[in-house]
Structure formats: structure tokens, C-alpha cells
């Protein structure tokens, strides 16, 4: 569920350092699964596990909450007609496929990365400022300090 993501992407921020990285994967809500007009929401098997198709603007705006820089792009193409190539062409094929723009919104999955946690700010914690408005400040205010 919706509630279950957020969840667990608000633990992963939690869990990393500054300069940690999260990454995950989903199924993704790719362009032949729209134009086949198939279910986004369904079960691997009848009483299997449930999944629902994402699409990408789906996942950006809700894990930008928890990460300053996101990007997520699709992989594992799929490409139409290659079957009857063998295993290696077809997994060729399907990486060339993961650069070409219109093809790659063919993909299965979609891998995410985000990094830079935000994290909210400590009570009481000065920050940086600006030295020279500080300066000015300090300098004005001599007499009241």
C-alpha cells in the first residue's frame, strides 16, 4: 500500500548516512502495458502476491519527501518480436533498448536511486550564515550587545 512505501522510505532515510544510497526497484507502468489496456493493480498468481504497476512520476513524488536527489529510470526491456532470438541477443538488444528513448519506456522495472536524506533540523543548532551580514549585524547592534 501507499502508507507501507512511504513507510518504508521514510525507515531507509532514517537508516543512511549523508552521503548513503537507496536504492530499490517496481514494477513499472511501462507503455505496452497501456496500450494492451492490462490491470495496473493484480496478483502474480490467483492467490499469489499482490502488486501495482508505478509510473515513474508516481514513484519521484513519493520519495522526494524523505531525499533531496531522486532519478529513476526504466530497465529491463522487453523488446517486441525478439524472440526467436537467442538468450545473449535478446539481453543485448534489451540493454540497447534501456537508451533509446522511446523504447525504453518498454521496460519492466523501474530502478530508483535516491540520495542525500533530509533530516529535520536539530533544535537549537546554529547554522553557517553570512559573514558579512552577520559582521554588519553585530557591528550596528554594538551598543545593544
Not at 494492451?36 to 502474480?44: I, V
Not at 532470438?85 to 530508483?112: C, D, F, H, S, T
Request: hydrophobic share 35%; charged share 25%; glycine share 6%.
Amino acid at each position: 500500500s501507499r502508507e507501507q512505501r512511504m513507510t518504508m522510505h521514510r525507515l531507509a532515510a532514517d537508516a543512511l548516512t549523508e552521503k548513503g544510497r537507496y536504492v530499490y526497484s517496481t514494477e513499472f507502468y511501462n507503455a505496452q502495458t497501456r496500450l494492451l489496456g492490462l490491470p495496473r493493480a493484480q496478483r502474480y498468481t490467483s492467490e499469489g502476491m499482490y502488486y501495482c504497476s508505478m509510473e515513474k512520476d508516481e514513484v519521484l513524488r513519493e520519495t522526494t519527501p524523505f531525499f533531496r536527489r531522486v532519478r529513476a529510470r526504466p530497465f529491463v526491456v522487453v523488446v517486441p518480436l525478439s524472440g526467436w532470438l537467442g538468450y545473449r541477443w535478446r539481453l543485448a538488444l534489451g540493454r540497447i533498448a534501456e537508451r533509446i528513448p522511446l523504447m525504453k519506456n518498454m521496460g519492466q522495472l523501474l530502478l530508483v536511486c535516491a540520495e542525500a536524506p533530509i533530516r529535520p533540523p536539530k533544535e537549537g543548532e546554529y547554522t553557517v550564515g553570512n559573514k558579512f551580514f552577520k559582521a554588519l549585524y553585530y557591528w550596528h547592534h554594538r551598543d545593544e550587545l
